[in-house]
């Protein structure tokens, strides 16, 4: 019982400790009825490990829209430097996802890809980052082979 207790206490002070930050995707709720919700939670000064949830609501007609009705994106960055404000950061990701090919075959794969971003982050734990990358669909040929990563995020550090 004192184990577990103290395994307990431990990870407990291990979480409250970290950053963490909480982000939607501002460009994509604007542009394209599509919301982006993302989670990070920072290892260290220079690394941290994330999920993102898309959820496209674009209609099938729309000229522009992104082929994935929903996505599921852990992903691992590196920040290039230790600056608290501003940061450029590099992530590798896989993207799970699934939607509709030529209005007709639907699909769920897999995609495997790099961002690139830079990230600001006010003293007060206001956050604003935008970031773009690409992916490629592994594991299926009904799928698009292309999966873009982009956004333009605000959130809140806390």
């Given at each position: 019982?004192k184990?577990?207790?103290?395994?307990?206490?431990?990870?407990?002070?291990?979480?409250?400790?970290a950053?963490?930050?909480?982000?939607?995707?501002?460009?994509d709720?604007?542009?394209?009825?599509?919301?982006?919700?993302?989670?990070?939670?920072?290892?260290?000064?220079?690394?941290?490990?994330?999920?993102?949830?898309?959820?496209?609501?674009?209609?099938?007609?729309?000229?522009?829209?992104?082929n994935?009705?929903n996505?599921?994106?852990p992903?691992?960055?590196h920040?290039?430097?230790?600056?608290?404000?501003?940061?450029y950061?590099?992530?590798?990701?896989?993207?799970?996802?699934?939607?509709?090919?030529?209005?007709?075959?639907k699909?769920?794969?897999g995609?495997?890809?790099v961002?690139?971003?830079?990230?600001?982050?006010?003293?007060?734990g206001?956050?604003?980052?935008?970031?773009?990358?690409?992916g490629?669909n592994?594991?299926?040929?009904?799928?698009p082979?292309?999966?873009?990563?982009v956004?333009l995020?605000?959130g809140?550090?806390?």
């Amino acid at each position: 019982m004192k184990k577990t207790l103290v395994i307990f206490a431990v990870l407990v002070n291990f979480v409250t400790q970290a950053q963490q930050e909480i982000s939607v995707d501002l460009g994509d709720a604007l542009v394209m009825k599509t919301i982006e919700v993302t989670y990070e939670y920072y290892l260290a000064d220079q690394s941290s490990i994330g999920i993102s949830g898309l959820f496209n609501f674009e209609g099938k007609n729309s000229d522009f829209r992104y082929n994935e009705d929903n996505m599921i994106t852990p992903f691992f960055r590196h920040y290039f430097t230790t600056a608290q404000n501003w940061n450029y950061f590099g992530e590798i990701f896989i993207g799970i996802n699934s939607g509709e090919k030529d209005s007709a075959i639907k699909y769920t794969d897999g995609a495997l890809g790099v961002s690139v971003g830079t990230k600001y982050v006010s003293n007060g734990g206001f956050m604003v980052s935008v970031l773009g990358g690409i992916g490629r669909n592994m594991f299926s040929d009904n799928s698009p082979a292309v999966v873009p990563r982009v956004g333009l995020n605000i959130g809140y550090r806390f």
